[in-house]
């Protein structure tokens, strides 16, 4: 089966850039897309097809997939987008989903 | 706007079967090109998809979880449903119904939380 890789954590001080990855095996052929999930709540959609925005997501949510790699990225990052963040791609018929990140932002 | 409600039992046996159904509002099950999915997830843990349902009533299945999982539709009532049977403490976990389009999931429900213990 095939495996999405993401760091179990990732810390960023408000304002600056975080960056979360995705590692899989040829990820870029593949098209990745972007959960958010902060405690209680069901995942939220933030990018799909790679780089696009879902309508209603700040433009601060940036994706990005290359190589092996998948990067969603946030610039200006504030204090309410302290979540956890997964990754997820289609394999076969199905989906698969990164083990997800827990975005600090302190 | 499209809304997604997970319904069913918080407590099943072990052993026995779970079953959720999800009510749709706000887009048809039996239309479009949209795929109505099952996703759970452990306490603390990550995402698993079990499965979905297309318009068309064309189901796939995870393949980890496929003997033991049934998905159905009912368009009349605008809702889908999950049975998972042989529900063991690792099934233990929050439930969520959610509307996939293409490659990706753009509606999900709340959630709800089963817990397997007799």
């Known amino acids: 089966s095939y495996d999405l890789t993401q760091p179990p954590s990732v810390s960023v001080s408000p304002g600056q850039t975080a960056s979360i990855t995705c590692f899989g095996d040829?990820?870029?052929?593949?098209?990745v897309s972007w959960y958010q999930q902060k405690p209680g709540q069901s995942p939220m959609l933030v990018i799909y097809?790679?780089?696009k925005r879902p309508s209603g997501i700040p433009e601060r949510f940036s994706g990005s997939n290359s190589g092996n790699t998948a990067t969603l990225t946030i610039s200006g990052t504030q204090t309410v987008d302290e979540a956890e963040y997964f990754c997820?791609?289609?394999?076969?018929?199905?989906?698969?989903f990164g083990g997800g990140t827990k975005l600090t932002v302190l | 706007q499209v809304q997604l409600q997970e319904s069913g039992p918080g407590l099943v046996n072990p052993s026995q079967t779970l079953s959720l159904t999800c009510t749709v509002s706000?887009?048809?099950?039996?239309?479009?090109?949209?795929?109505w999915t099952w996703i759970r997830q452990p306490p603390g843990k990550g995402l698993e998809y079990l499965g979905r349902?297309?318009?068309?009533?064309?189901?796939d299945y995870n393949p980890a979880l496929k003997s033991r999982v049934t998905i159905s539709g009912d368009a009349s009532k605008n809702q889908f449903s999950l049975n998972l049977n042989s529900v063991t403490a690792a099934d233990a976990a929050v439930y969520y119904c959610?509307?996939?389009?293409?490659?990706?999931?753009?509606?999900w429900g709340q959630g709800t939380l089963v817990t397997v213990s007799s």
């Open positions: 959610a509307r996939n389009v293409l490659r990706y999931f753009d509606f």
């Open positions: 706000g887009a048809s099950i039996s239309r479009g090109t949209y795929y």
């Open positions: 349902i297309y318009t068309t009533g064309i189901i």
């Open positions: 040829d990820l870029g052929d593949k098209y």
């Open positions: 097809q790679d780089v």
């Open positions: 997820q791609i289609w394999d076969s018929s199905f989906a698969v």
